[in-house]
């Protein structure tokens, strides 16, 4: 079983399970960022509606994680008869069981001063023998089992990004967003990179009327070393720290790109570097904010 959809399947499934305190949080938040479709404790009865609603929407293929532990224990007889039937539907589904040893988990449960979800008078160590009995069942049926016990927050999503990021994904979302500071920076920008100092086609009365995407402007704004050289050295931080942030565990990452009016500078700027990171680190999603604001910037904008 792997743990990557191929072409032709309707779904790809991974099914989230294991003992509490042993990471299933973390992972499903992994998940998340994966762009997996993710649902907590949905009974599994639901599932294959589930999927249908989920295939029709995101097409072939679609990504669904799905959260099961012992706080459904009444639906987990269905567990195995169901995925059955969404194998048999052309779904590839993943099983993958999170566990950890007692001790760890007893001392996670201390350490957050969370109760056991079954406990009741006994104290956590009871609770968790009787959960292994209760999910014995679904540690049989996994496809794959991952111990916890030693790994951190960051060191578990980072295991399960490697693990199930499809092939060819950098598992980072690149945005490179330009902007008109006159109309404000950009909320969802990481860094900001401010090329006012650039040549400004603005005052150049062949160009004004053009923005960044056209050739003309572009060759004006990098037309000087200092501009070439700019534009060189920021691919070259770019392309430095972003396999750290993957390393990391970062899912997105935002840069700002901006001018006075955001519209010849700093989209030519942009555009010359998703074409750079396309080719050196993988695709970046290029975005101008402020492109349409106004054909006729006023004095000053660029």
């Known amino acids: 079983m792997t743990a990557h959809a191929s072409r032709g399947h309707r779904a790809d499934i991974v099914v989230v399970t294991g003992l ?6 973390t992972a499903i938040k992994a998940f998340e960022d994966l762009g997996y479709y993710c649902v907590d404790n949905l009974p599994p009865v639901l599932l294959p509606k589930f999927v249908e609603v989920v295939s029709e929407a995101r097409g072939e293929g ?3 994680a799905l959260g099961v532990d012992v706080r459904g224990k009444e639906f987990l007889p269905d567990l195995s008869r169901v995925l059955e039937e969404l194998r048999e539907g052309k779904s590839a589904v993943h099983v993958l069981f999170l566990d950890a040893a007692d001790e760890a988990l007893v001392r996670r449960f201390s350490e957050t001063r969370r109760r056991h979800p079954i406990a009741a008078r006994e104290g956590a160590k009871e609770a ?5 009995e209760i999910l014995s069942p679904l540690h049989e049926m996994a496809d794959e089992v991952i111990e916890t016990s030693a790994f951190t927050v960051h060191q578990l999503r980072d295991a399960l990004v490697r ?14 967003i330009s902007f008109g500071y006159r109309y404000g920076l950009p909320g969802e920008a990481d860094m900001v990179l401010d090329v006012r100092f650039l040549p400004n086609p603005n005052f150049v009365p062949a160009l004004k009327r053009h923005t960044g995407l056209d050739r003309g402007v572009r060759e004006y704004v990098l037309r000087t070393r200092p501009a070439r050289m700019f534009l ?6 770019l392309l430095f720290l972003l396999p750290l942030y993957r390393k990391e565990g970062k899912a997105y990452f935002t840069l700002g790109v ?5 519209r010849h500078r700093s989209v030519a ?4 570097l998703g074409e750079t990171l396309g080719k050196r680190d993988g695709a970046a999603v290029v975005l101008h904010r402020d492109l349409s604001r106004s054909s006729l910037p006023k004095r000053g904008a660029g």
């Open 258 to 262: 901006g001018c006075t009016g955001g």
């Open 163 to 176: 693990r199930f990021r499809r092939e060819g994904a950098g598992g980072l979302q690149v945005n490179i």
């Open 62 to 64: 679609a990504r669904i």
């Open 269 to 272: 700027i942009a555009e010359a």
């Open 20 to 25: 509490s305190g042993a990471g299933k949080s």
């Open 232 to 237: 060189r050295r920021a691919a070259e931080l």
């Open 128 to 132: 968790i023998r009787r959960e292994r």
